[in-house]
């Protein structure tokens, strides 16, 4: 969980006009005071501050990099009594970073505004500015403004080739950090396929069709940044659900299969110890693998044209090629899926 959120935040500074629900800001409030503090001192205070003309002083705290507080509907300065402890600017620190994850995590999007060590004019630091708008005690210093909203802006994620894997080491300076062996990766998705076919037992058409969609997983995989092991696995399992649904209700539309999935896909995959936030993710993806707009995320995007390539044969059967054109344009949510699916059912 923590991991896709990190693979996904992107710095926020353009926001929609429209104030942040109070449950969310309710939910900001408690992560950011679950923060750990060194020797649980806690030297932080923080101040919310969602009325527009504070933040309109707020964005002029210094010459750079604040004006976004402006356009922002909600922003938590957070601040410290550095007598409580010595290490306050880690402690601020950390609780400024798990704003950033909650947010994240609220479909929030937010960015810091350094403060500390900043200035807004010679003779006035942008602490004591921020200190006389907001009012803190006397002594309080500030740390940073954390700006949140709504983004009105999409920013792809950084890719894992920008990743400066040559800035890890192992045991000792210099020796460079390698990527586990990918064949254990393999070996693990080797026993996802093999307990996805033990769980259809005799029902080969879905054992196969699974196998078919990871293939084309893989193509895709090839092409888009996307985590390698969460999209196959998803990819192997996304209709885990569908025994259970013909079970329970006698048919396996999308919705009940999206309800029966993820819990059969968590006892598979924790019977092979894999990792919560692997089931976590994998259960995302099985839960939303109907729904188009499930998931704004690269593996969902691969899983939907994967699973797309291979259904499109039989919705395409016996169609004109101006007819599969309009099926295309709809039906695939990636260039590389739609490439693809041209070559297969156009060319
Ligand atoms: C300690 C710190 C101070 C920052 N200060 C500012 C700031 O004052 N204004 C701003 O717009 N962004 C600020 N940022 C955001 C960075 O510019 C941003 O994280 C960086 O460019 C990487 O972009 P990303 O967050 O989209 O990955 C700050 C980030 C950190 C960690």
Known sequence: MLLSLLKKRRSIRKFQPVPVAVEKVDLLVEAMLRSPSSRGYNPWDFVVVNDPSLLAQLARVKEHG??????AP?????????????????????ASLIIHLAAESLGLGSCWVQIRERR?????????????????PEGFQVEAIVGIGYPAEKKPPH??????????SCNRYGTRWTMADPSRRESFLESVALAMKDYFGADDRRIEHAHRVAGYARE???????????????????????????????????????????????????GLGAD????????????????PAGIDSPEFRILW?????????????????????????TSLVTETGYRR??????L
């Open 120 to 136: 807004y004019s010679k003779e006035l630091s942008s602490s004591d500015y921020v200190c006389k708008a907001l009012q803190l």
């Open 276 to 291: 919560e936030r692997l089931i976590e993710v994998v259960c995302e993806l099985v839960g939303c693998h109907h729904t």
């Open 305 to 329: 044209d994967a699973d797309a390539l291979v259904n499109l044969a039989e919705v395409v059967a016996g169609k004109s090629p101006e007819q599969i054109e309009r099926i295309l344009d």
């Open 159 to 168: 890719p894992r080739e920008s990743l400066l894997y040559d800035r890890v």
């Open 74 to 94: 909600l922003a938590i300065a957070v601040c410290a009594n550095p007598e409580i402890s010595d290490v306050w600017i880690e402690d601020c620190s950390i």
């Open 220 to 270: 895709l995989l090839a092409a888009i940044d996307a985590d390698e092991t969460e999209t196959l696995v998803a990819a192997y399992l996304h209709d885990i659900g569908i025994p259970e649904a013909e079970r329970k209700y006698g048919s396996c539309s999308g919705r009940s299969q999206e309800q029966e999935g993820p819990p059969v896909a968590r006892a598979l995959l924790e």
């Open 341 to 346: 699916a041209r070559k297969l059912f156009l």
């Open 66 to 71: 604040s004006a976004l507080l402006e356009e």
